[in-house]
């Protein structure tokens, strides 16, 4: 949701496994894929959460709507105290550009009070296939999608 939203120029965001409800699986404990929103704004995107979460008996990790109200949240938003980052999870190859406007970011959180830690990726955790996905991933993913483009357009 995060990487298509961003490609797009709009916000996406990935929740907490059973938030949102989803239609029944052949493994209905399998929490890589999930369902959320993408929207314009922040503030419609917490609209948007608020409008999918809650309980579906089709679904097995669903949860009960809490009352609370991510549209609250978003106009009131807490900075985090603490956040980890990678500008690469130690995977991916990134321009300089890229890598400095990613510095920029971290040093407007850590003077907004978040205490940043560098973090890497521990594929241990992670189902075969993803790993597998995550081991082929092409050197330069923007060259990538330009030929997709391409092709696509052919």
Not at 77 to 87: D, F, G, Q, T
Not at 119 to 130: E, F, H, N, R
Not at 135 to 143: A, N, S
């Amino acid at each position: 949701m995060r990487p298509p939203a961003a490609f797009c120029g709009v916000a996406g965001l990935r929740p907490t496994p059973g938030l949102v409800a989803r239609k029944p699986l052949s493994d209905p404990f399998d929490t890589v894929f999930v369902e959320g929103p993408m929207a314009r704004t922040i503030a419609d995107l917490a609209l948007m959460l608020d409008a999918m979460t809650g309980f579906h008996a089709a679904d097995l990790i669903s949860r009960e709507k809490k009352h609370m109200s991510f549209q609250n949240a978003a106009a009131r938003p807490n900075w985090a105290a603490r956040v980890a980052n990678s500008e690469d999870l130690d995977l991916l190859p990134v321009a300089g550009d890229i890598r400095s406007g990613f510095g920029r970011a971290i040093d407007r959180l850590r003077c907004a009070g978040c205490a940043m830690t560098e973090a890497t990726l521990d594929p241990s955790g992670v189902p075969g296939v993803i790993r597998a996905l995550l081991l082929r991933l092409p050197c330069d993913l923007g060259q990538a999608l330009a030929a997709i483009a391409r092709e696509l357009h052919a």
